[in-house]
T-cell receptor, first 114, second 114 residues
Framework: AQSVTQLGSHVSVSEGALVLLRCNYS??????LFWYVQYPNQGLQLLLK??????LVKGINGFEAEFKKSETSFHLTKPSAHMSDAAEYFC????????????FGQGTILTVHP | DSGVTQTPKHLITATGQRVTLRCSPR?????VYWYQQSLDQGLQFLIQ???????AKGNILERFSAQQFPDLHSELNLSSLELGDSALYFC?????????????FGEGSRLTVL
């Protein structure tokens, strides 16, 4: 069984500040981990993914995430927030035989203030 | 634009009714996934089809059914609708069976049951 916990349903930062969105996972098999972003009135878009290669993963729009097995974490960061980063972010995990059966966290809404 | 098309975008209906949601995957994609997004349950995996065959099943109610047709489009049928079925229903697609975890999501069909 797999699960994902995103700490903080809302995160607010100032433009130019560091963005940190937290994700912890639970998986009985080596996990594949993902971050998706959902802009208002749109579907989800893949930001980045970890599939057991490098533990530091770089994604689109300047985001990156680090897989830490000892902490069962996969936190998403961006050094400098931009107004266009305002969206809802979802951490997800899959593994085992049902690869398409992504288990999503509850989501974190990121607000960016000018 | 992800290339995944969902219709209708909005649907309002009454309890006890039946509706059909349609999804056209990206050109060339063989897998179609259905997800339900609601405020209380978050994003829940419903079902996956791969090249016309059911591949994985999630928390899909018996009142719900889906199929993938030879042209690879998919339909999700929801019957005996209840108030709690009100949600945003996403379709996603991928070329393979989902091993990469990169799913391409449509913009969703928002169902309101009154």
């Amino acid at each position: 069984a797999q699960s994902v916990t995103q700490l903080g349903s809302h995160v607010s930062v100032s433009e130019g500040a560091l963005v940190l969105l937290r994700c912890n996972y639970s998986s009985s098999v080596p996990p594949y981990l993902f971050w998706y972003v959902q802009y208002p009135n749109q579907g989800l878009q893949l930001l980045l993914k970890y599939t057991s290669a490098a533990t530091l993963v770089k994604g689109i729009n300047g985001f990156e995430a680090e897989f830490k097995k000892s902490e069962t974490s996969f936190h998403l960061t961006k050094p400098s927030a931009h107004m266009s980063d305002a969206a809802e972010y979802f951490c997800a995990v899959n593994g085992g035989t049902s690869y398409g059966k992504l288990t999503f966290g509850q989501g974190t809404i990121l607000t960016v203030h000018p | 634009d992800s290339g995944v098309t969902q219709t209708p975008k909005h649907l309002i209906t009454a309890t006890g009714q039946r509706v059909t949601l349609r999804c056209s995957p990206r050109s060339g994609d063989l897998s179609v996934y259905w997800y339900q997004q609601s405020l209380d349950q978050g994003l829940q995996f419903l079902i996956q089809y791969y090249n016309g065959e059911e591949r994985a099943k999630g928390n899909i109610l018996e009142r719900f059914s889906a199929q993938q047709f030879p042209d690879l489009h998919s339909e999700l049928n929801l019957s005996s609708l209840e108030l709690g079925d009100s949600a945003l229903y996403f379709c996603a697609s991928s070329y393979s069976g989902g091993e990469s975890g990169e799913l391409f999501f449509g913009e969703g069909s928002r169902l309101t049951v009154l």
